[in-house]
């Protein structure tokens, strides 16, 4: 059979077509195991409570997949986390906030986890003062675990059942009462939320151009070039960024029928069709939500992370799907205008800051991301 490049890309949008590229036995076999095995041996290790924590806090939403998590145990009670640097993404997030949010749902879960048995962590952030305007080699917290029958949280048991879902929702409305629970389980940050028809159409329109924007600038596009993981050999050799994977887009990868570097071009076939689905995604949002925090200091940043968590759990457990949508609130020169309308929108205060911005629905069930294992995110 041959697929043009349009074919291919047409079949992609269009999701239809799994068996029709792939004969059975080679696509049985595409899915990158061994990349999501995190996920599944999460709290095994029951030895060393820190180990333990940390086996679930590597399964935190961080943005594009980047894992920037490095940790060194010290001693037998404590641990120091570390941004690894070149785990950042200067381009998209300059000042290394939505790493920082990204490394605080990690403390979150770390802390969640370590509830289960008991253990207490405190978490002292920024413990040798607060980099700006970006991170550096100083540590993000130190964390104690102490014992002292601290109560487990209830939220805990969704963190294997988080996932981004980036799919069409299914129309199905959001109820406000529901979402109102939902957004209700932040403790530091304030949350909003729409489910509100005109309100929806015109957030949608301000995601979509952010977006736009970022896919229009070779700069930007390019560190989400950079994060694609495409077919099951390489998602597993590299367990991290965005996974492909499956048998229809890696058989047409292995045929040479595509390539992320066609991202690159915004007007080559898969460009086009990915904005055309971007724009059924977003439009298919059944309510927004948002997080802001008072400033934007990096101990704000990290309580927007554990918050943002608290809220996916919270959504997981009400059965949301859920994506955040950074664009517009990212904080490079060209998306000022963007910036500047969606926080408009949302009524963010003049000091305040926007610190997530989420579309919620129903979506189809998706596979956990890859990550990886926990042990190879300790340093001696
Ligand atoms: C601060 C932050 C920003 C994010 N921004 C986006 C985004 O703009 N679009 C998107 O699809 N996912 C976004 N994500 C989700 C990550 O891409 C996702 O957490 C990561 O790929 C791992 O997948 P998982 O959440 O399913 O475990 C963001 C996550 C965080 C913490």
Known sequence: MTLSRRNFVRILGGGAVFAAAAGGAWAGTRDPFSARAPWRVAGIDGTDIRRFALSYAVLAPNPHNRQPWLVRLDGTDSLTLYCELDRRLPQT??????????????????????????????????????????????????????????????????????????????????????????????????????????????????????????????????ETVDALRVGKAEIDRRPDGIALAGPVVEGAYELGLFSPADLLDPDSSISVRERANEHKQIGSSAAFAWLVTDGNSRADQIAAGRDYLRFCLAATAAGFSMQPLSQALQEYPEMAGHYRDMRRELGVGANETLQMFVRLGYGPAVEPAPRWPYESRIRA
Request: net charge positive.
């Open 93 to 222: 997030d300059p000042f290394d906030r939505q790493i920082t949010v990204g490394l605080g749902a990690f403390l979150e879960i770390l802390s969640m986890a370590a509830a289960e048995h008991g253990w207490r962590a405190e978490i002292a952030a920024f413990p040798q003062g607060e980099p700006h305007p970006r991170l550096d080699r100083r540590p993000v917290a130190q964390v104690r675990f102490r014992r002292d029958g601290t109560e487990k949280d209830p939220l805990f048991g969704w963190v294997q059942q988080r996932r981004t879902n980036r799919n069409v929702y299914d129309g199905r409305p959001v109820a406000a009462a529901m979402l109102g629970q939902v957004t209700g389980t932040v403790r530091q940050a304030r949350m909003g939320s729409t489910n509100d028809p005109a309100r929806r159409e015109a957030l949608s329109a301000l995601a979509i151009a952010a977006l736009a924007m970022e896919m229009k600038l070779p700069r930007t596009v390019r």
